[in-house]
């Protein structure tokens, strides 16, 4: 018998059991083909219709016009965070950040390495708890383009919606809430995501581009790290993550049979609801986040005491249900509940939760 924990990880995270099903039954020989995808050749004609397809149910799903370029990268969000400006802080050389979490930190890092990036608005001084007002952004005009992380994973924060940026092309970090909900991709000049937390297995980033921004990257920058390059060859310039990106095919197909992004925002908002609406039911625990800018994706959590936190995650662990303790940097609890975790996973979570106050509070 198989046995499967309840993985309430940040990432890499839970997968839909009916993908790895469908993985593993075409893992030996795929549609008799006599090979794995692994083992394929990336110019077969097998391997590109995986290809295509994928890059196809993305376009459909998300609903991203021929004006964008679909390309699956390496080198996770992380090397996102300098091909962006190395290839959109062009011509002005500067670019706005908004800092909502270490990731966000992470990003404008780098991107001072390649010019004028600056913070542009900030929520540091409150812990992180919020996503910035409107009216606490400072943008430029100017500015090349304005960065933003979609959900803060680490301390369980969400955008409601993008921060009006005017004519200045709009970058999004949406590695933890990718594909969560619709996106109005006309809205945005890039998108990336590291696909372990919401999209598929780890070793493939989807990057989302507008095609005229192709053209502001310096032909001095090396091949691989052009994004121009990818969109020509359609992410065939080098081999590819084929496997990964395999997956991630397997992962939107499931998500069409789901209905689409406008149900899985829906199921999304009823996980997380069940969750937050435990925590505000009393005192015994304590969410981090400030409610109007909580995250769906991630809900971190506080206990009366660390003592009592330790316990829970053994209380948890006993039960099936792993990988709740928070990111190392923050601490307490952190329920991650991507697509892929069921609401009846949720459920069991949310009884467990009660059963630990009525034993402890
Ligand atoms: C996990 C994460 C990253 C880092 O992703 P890698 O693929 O490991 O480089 C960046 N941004 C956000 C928002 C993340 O959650």
Redesign the pocket.
């Known amino acids: 018998m198989t046995h499967r924990i309840i993985n309430f990880s ?2 890499p995270a839970v997968l839909p059991l009916e993908v790895l099903e469908e993985a593993q039954r075409d893992l030996v020989d795929y549609k008799g083909a006599g090979l794995s995808v692994m083992e394929m050749s990336h110019r077969s004609p097998h391997y590109d219709a995986i290809h295509q397809g994928a890059i196809a149910s993305l376009r459909s799903l998300v609903g991203i016009g021929e004006d964008y370029a679909v390309l699956f990268l390496q ?7 300098s091909m962006v400006p190395m290839n959109l802080m062009h011509p002005a050389r500067k670019a706005d950040y908004v800092l909502t ?1 270490p ?2 930190q ?2 404008l890092k780098e991107a001072v390495k390649e010019g004028g990036a600056r913070a542009a608005g900030s929520s540091e001084g409150t812990g992180f708890d919020r996503i910035p007002a409107a009216s606490d952004l400072d943008l430029d005009g100017e500015a090349d383009y304005v960065h933003f ?6 301390v369980g924060t969400q955008w409601r919606s993008e921060p009006e940026a005017g004519d200045v092309p709009l970058v999004a ?5 990718i594909l969560s909900r619709p996106i109005d991709v006309a809205r945005y000049g890039l998108i990336y ?5 919401n999209l598929g297995p ?1 070793g493939v ?1 989807l990057v989302i581009v507008r095609k005229d921004l192709l053209e502001r990257a310096p032909e001095s920058l090396p091949t691989m790290l052009a994004y121009r390059t990818h969109a020509a060859k359609s992410s065939l310039y080098n081999t590819p993550p084929c496997w990964s990106i395999y997956v991630v095919g397997l992962a939107c197909q499931w998500l069409e049979r789901q209905g689409g992004l406008e149900a899985m925002a829906r199921r999304n908002a009823e996980k997380a609801a069940r969750l937050y609406d435990l925590i505000d039911a009393g005192d015994f625990y304590r969410g981090t986040a400030q409610v109007a800018s909580r995250s769906l994706m991630n809900v971190p959590f506080r206990l009366p005491s660390e003592e009592l936190e330790s316990r829970f995650l053994e209380t948890a662990k006993e039960a099936d249900m792993t990988n709740l303790k928070g990111h190392r940097s923050v601490g307490g609890i952190r329920a991650s509940i991507y697509n892929a975790m069921p609401l009846e996973s949720v459920d069991r979570l949310v009884e467990l939760m009660r059963e630990f106050e009525r034993t402890h509070g």
Do not use: E, H, R
């Not at 992380?149 to 680490?154: D, L």
């Not at 970090?173 to 809430?177: F, H, I, K, L």
């Open positions: 940040a990432g080198g996770g969000a992380s090397l996102q965070f979490g990731w966000s992470k990003a992380t979609s959900n803060n994973t680490i970090d949406m590695s933890s809430d995501a590291g696909a372990q937390k780890a980033t």
